[in-house]
């Protein structure tokens, strides 16, 4: 084994029962906004490298990296043109080999993001396949079809794309002599993000030789983009539909009870005319895993892959994560609960046997690169909504109750047993940025849809690092043009790592010390238990996980706390007053001696 192949200390695993995935606090890194150490407005890997101090004294166990692979930038590196070399903007091979062997010199495992549902149109392949002609082998790696109509005029199915607009784009530049004319390809995202046709071995074959080629340089897992959407239905048939990131979002979001979501997830009414979507969730993609599975155990320390699947519900969830398959996925159910304690209750339940029937353990998280982030979505009128991006003209959140049920939340989910992922930034209470200018917007979101979905662009701002810096100490613009590629808003000030650093009470202390507490308990590796003290019917949420016991107030009034338990951490300074915890807060406690 070469050193980049060395996984980190052998002694971190010493006397573990379980592989350390399984109860991992995993912080995701934007690469674009992370961190940029050349000065030129954009994040890049050596910024990764310089701040990994910073990330081992939070007290992560591994990092992932969104795409940081050669891309034309169409949906910020979702669409990769070279799997196997990193994109200038980011850096080199070089700077990647590294990040990682810092990261495992400090014990932070490196997780990287492979994109195997498209490629961008600007990979060698879809290049070959644009002139190549209908049928032949370089198109058969994509899914080309012939329209409708007398001459093809017409898309070959009605599926949108999740981004908005038309999932199909025709060719009208190539024409490949056909009476037919020119063919159509199938983009479930961007028109510049092409959907490989998995059906095809020769994409298998690829898609597992880049696999090796990051597993050969060190990586010790990948986080699998669009995992639900790699097959689609046999003969593509129409579905009415609207395909979204979030799937299931209408019901979860339009319920007015449990009850109601229940009938919406079981097919409410509007739901059960579109039924199951032809393009997400076919029973053929577990195939791919299975295989992904035996190509990673070949490698030793526990290699993982984690799926970005939005699926429902739990069970068909937890079909990825059965034994021979993927290690995790993400729960967008718990993401997508919001601040309402029935239904995060119920998810957390759901959560954990779906994943203990497959004998896995479940994940955590609140916020990505994908939705508004939890501070802002919590001070909303409605701290259950999940709006497709902020903009000026939108309802602005209350910051102050946001960040306090923020806090609240993440104490309550680093209490719970698995693993749990961390967005970048949300260790300092980083609001969304809520009123970006349409013409410094860059998510294809926006545009496919005429502005309708302001996207996702306000959670991906680059983080503030000095609060008295140019593009808050992002970079180093004292002396030059540029800045942070996105514009910050001058909120960001106030949550600087500078501002944070050293200051009790402040979100970075309460992240590190919950992550210290959580790590010194074994939390993510111990058994949830309801407490008696359970009402999520009043707002409250009580279970205990080994001495622990967790309390959150998720309610309108103060709550009696137990008297033979004090308080070990809680969310908020003002949190406890006597034996009442406030609205809003959670706190952690043990049996008092
Ligand atoms: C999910 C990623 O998280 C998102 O950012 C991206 O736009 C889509 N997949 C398409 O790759």
């Known amino acids: 084994m070469t050193d980049l192949q060395q996984t980190p200390s052998a002694r971190q695993d010493a006397g573990r029962s379980v592989p350390w995935w399984s109860d991992a606090v995993i912080y995701q890194i934007y690469p674009r906004s992370f961190a940029d150490a050349d000065d030129d407005g954009m994040g890049d890997l050596a910024g990764v490298t310089g701040r990994l101090p910073y990330l081992a004294q939070l007290g992560v166990d591994a990092i992932w990296l969104s795409p940081f692979y050669v891309s034309p930038q169409a949906d910020a590196g979702y669409d990769v043109a070279d799997y196997r070399d990193v994109d200038p903007l980011f850096g080199s091979l070089q700077d990647f080999d590294t990040m990682l062997a810092a990261a495992h010199e400090r014990g932070i495992r490196v997780i990287v ?3 195997p549902n498209h490629t961008s149109d600007e990979h060698v392949w879809f290049k070959e396949a644009l002139n190549s002609k209908r049928g032949s082998r370089a198109r058969d790696r994509y899914i080309f079809r012939d329209g409708k109509g007398g001459h093809g005029e017409l898309p070959p199915n009605n599926w949108q794309s999740v981004f908005g607009g038309p999932a199909w784009s025709r060719l009208m530049e190539v024409d490949d002599g056909s009476a037919l004319g020119p063919q159509w390809y199938l983009h479930l995202f961007d028109s510049k993000q092409p959907d490989l046709n ?5 994409v298998q074959e690829e898609m597992i030789s880049v696999l090796r080629f990051w597993l050969d340089r060190g990586a010790d897992g990948f986080r699998i983009d669009v995992a639900h959407g790699l097959i689609k239905e046999e003969g593509l048939p129409d579905w009415s539909g609207q395909a979204g990131m979030v799937e299931g979002e209408s019901p979860t979001v339009e319920a007015t009870n449990i009850e109601d979501e229940e009938q919406a997830r079981m097919g409410g009414p509007e ?4 039924g199951r979507s032809p393009m997400f969730d076919q029973d053929g993609v577990h195939d791919i895993y299975r ?4 190509v990673l155990a070949e490698y030793p320390g526990n290699r993982m892959l984690v799926a970005e699947a939005w699926v429902e519900p739990a069970e068909r969830l937890a079909r990825y994560i059965r034994q021979d398959e993927m290690q995790q996925a993400f729960n967008f159910d718990f993401l997508l609960a919001g601040w309402d304690a029935r239904r995060m209750a119920k998810s957390i339940e759901e959560s954990l046997n779906a994943a203990s029937s497959v004998g896995s353990p479940s994940t955590w998280v609140l916020s990505n690169h994908d939705t508004i982030r939890h ?3 919590f001070g909303l009128q409605d701290p259950t909504n999940f709006p497709k991006g902020v903009g000026s003209d939108d309802e602005q959140p209350d910051e102050a109750l946001g960040l306090a ?5 993440t104490l309550l989910m680093l209490a719970l047993p698995g693993s749990a992922y961390i967005y970048q930034g949300e260790e300092l209470g980083l609001p969304e940025h809520t009123a970006l200018d349409s013409d410094v917007r860059q998510d294809p979101s926006f545009f496919r849809t005429q502005g309708a979905e302001k996207g996702r662009d306000g959670c991906r701002v680059p983080l503030p ?8 100490g992002f970079g180093d613009y004292a002396a030059s043009d540029a800045g942070p590629w996105l514009p910050q808003p001058a909120s960001f000030k106030r949550y600087a790592v500078d501002r944070q650093d050293g200051i009790a009470g402040s979100t970075l202390e309460f992240y590190r010390s919950a992550l210290a507490f959580r790590a010194e308990y074994r939390l993510g590796a111990g058994i949830l238990e309801w407490s008696p003290l359970n009402k999520p019917g009043d707002g409250v949420l009580s279970f205990n996980n080994g001495s622990v016991l967790v309390f959150a107030n998720l309610g309108t009034g103060p709550v009696d706390l137990p008297g033979d338990h004090s308080v070990a951490l809680s969310s908020s300074p003002d949190a406890v007053d006597d034996t009442r915890l406030a609205p809003n807060a959670t706190v952690w406690m043990l049996p008092e001696k």
């Open 465 to 472: 690092w000095h609060s008295d810096a140019p593009g808050y």
């Open 271 to 274: 739901e059960s005319d579109a």
């Open 113 to 115: 993001d492979l994109v």
């Open 405 to 409: 049920r923020a806090r609240a939340a």
């Open 375 to 377: 501070t802002t979505r």
């Open 291 to 294: 295989r992904w599975n035996e």
């Open 198 to 202: 998995w059906e095809n071995p020769e």
